[in-house]
């Protein structure tokens, strides 16, 4: 669901909207899923289980954890192997495995392992201080530290083990479903973008004005008409990955521009500022940027006695990408052109929530006269294939 915030700026009868995605709860959540505490009998369980099947009887195993001073040794398994667990899922991984830090990962990992295990001792400890009874009396002439630590480091190993599990299978389904809604959602975007651009508006007006170019500039009909076929190679041929190389939605972008020129009557001012390092090897996902400034043209104003302009700027600093479009508009509402026909800034914006999770940032600001787009969006290298080398002959 999308939530968009309406700013009031200083200047007078100007509104700026700033668009962001946020999650749809349907209903407000209940307090036990709200903090996750649905997960305390479950380790309740899972750890009344093991004192299962160490004991072989499921009401002695009862009867050692309500009803005897033993209850402290369960609530001591129960609540730090919980908190190392916790620990390592919210903490450690996110920060450290995620980001390729396998080190620092694994020394933390032994080292909240060897904490929770010595807190866990400490009951062991503690149950005999409160019973007022001695560590023989209790577990037996043998029991010693190093017994008490190789129970619980192996348990809290398993613990530690089994919610990794879980967390990993239940991201790899998730991660599988985006993919999922990926695909379709790229499917449905290039179905719905093709339709809108290949229509009799678009084709007709832009062959009609190659044509009357024909006769009275040939060069330029030439180059537009080159323009105008590498737009719908494009479109049919390029674009059917996920991502594709950044210098190749520039060049289509380019050439959009110069078709919309050709088109659009001569009081529009368009300007396209482009300020980029290397391009080569970032890649993007396709028709993302192209959506803003098809926005631009399709809204931009017609006024006869008054300037008409768009300015499109991008700028490239490794793999940071900045992109502004900008135009004036005839006093258009924000919800005319967030929701035109197309695909629309909210179906790009869910687009981008697929592919770009975490990574882009998207403002849109409106007033009565101009209508302002910002996109920053982290780019990706694109790995190309390297072409096969000619063996020599013999």
């Known amino acids: 669901m999308m939530r968009g915030i309406r700013i009031f700026s200083s200047v007078p009868g100007e509104i700026i909207y700033v668009m962001k995605a946020a999650p749809y709860?349907?209903?407000?959540?209940?307090w036990l899923i709200r903090y996750k505490l649905y997960h305390i009998p479950f380790w309740c369980l899972y750890h009344y289980l093991w004192w299962v099947v160490a004991m072989g009887n499921p009401l002695k195993a009862a009867n050692s954890i309500f009803f005897s001073i033993f209850?402290?040794?369960?609530?001591?398994?129960?609540?730090?192997?919980?908190?190392?667990?916790?620990?390592?899922?919210?903490?450690?991984?996110?920060?450290?495995?995620?980001?390729?830090?396998f080190r620092v990962y694994f020394t933390a990992l032994a080292v909240t392992l060897l904490s929770a295990s010595l807190c866990i001792v400490s009951g062991y400890y503690l149950i005999a201080f409160l019973s007022h009874k001695s560590i023989?009396?209790?577990?037996?002439?043998?029991?010693?530290?190093?017994?008490?630590?190789?129970?619980?480091?192996?348990?809290?190993?398993?613990?530690?083990?089994?919610?990794?599990?879980?967390?990993?299978?239940?991201?790899?389904?998730?991660?599988?479903?985006?993919?999922?809604?990926?695909?379709?959602?790229?499917?449905?975007?290039?179905?719905?973008?093709?339709?809108?651009?290949?229509?009799?508006?678009?084709?007709?007006?832009?062959?009609?004005?190659?044509?009357?170019l024909i006769h009275k500039n040939p060069d330029k009909a030439s180059s537009s008409l080159a323009k105008f076929s590498e737009l719908l190679r494009y479109q049919l041929y390029e674009c059917n990955d996920i991502q594709i190389l950044l210098s190749k939605e520039i060049s289509y972008l380019e050439n959009?521009?110069?078709?919309?020129?050709?088109?659009?009557?001569?009081?529009?001012?368009?300007?396209?500022?482009l300020n980029q390092q290397n391009s080569i090897h970032w890649g993007i996902a396709p028709f993302i940027l192209m959506t803003f400034v098809e926005n631009a043209f399709k809204h931009v104003s017609k006024h006869s006695d008054q300037p008409n302009w768009i300015k499109i700027q991008l700028d490239?600093?490794?793999?940071?990408?900045?992109?502004?479009?900008?135009?004036?508009?005839?006093?258009?509402?924000?919800?005319?052109?967030?929701?035109?026909?197309?695909?629309?800034?909210?179906?790009v914006q869910r687009r981008m929530d697929l592919i770009y999770p975490g990574q882009y940032k998207l403002d849109i600001q409106s007033s009565d006269n101009c209508f302002v787009i910002k996109l920053q969006l982290s780019l990706s290298e694109l790995v190309l294939a390297q072409p096969l080398q000619e063996q020599p002959v013999f």
């Open 256 to 273: 959009f521009i110069e078709l919309e020129k050709l088109r659009q009557n001569n009081n529009i001012d368009v300007q396209f500022t």
């Open 316 to 347: 490239q600093e490794e793999e940071q990408l900045y992109f502004a479009v900008s135009n004036s508009t005839a006093e258009t509402t924000y919800n005319e052109v967030v929701s035109y026909g197309g695909i629309g800034l909210q179906n």
């Open 136 to 212: 023989a009396a209790l577990y037996g002439d043998t029991a010693c530290f190093f017994s008490f630590f190789s129970s619980a480091f192996p348990s809290t190993i398993a613990s530690m083990t089994l919610a990794m599990s879980i967390k990993l299978t239940r991201q790899w389904l998730q991660d599988k479903r985006r993919q999922q809604l990926l695909e379709k959602e790229k499917l449905e975007t290039e179905l719905k973008f093709l339709r809108s651009q290949f229509n009799p508006h678009f084709l007709f007006n832009t062959i009609n004005s190659i044509f009357f």
């Open 71 to 101: 209850a402290v040794k369960f609530a001591f398994y129960v609540v730090f192997q919980a908190l190392a667990v916790y620990f390592n899922l919210y903490f450690l991984m996110p920060r450290y495995l995620e980001t390729n830090r």
């Open 25 to 30: 709860t349907g209903s407000k959540q209940s």
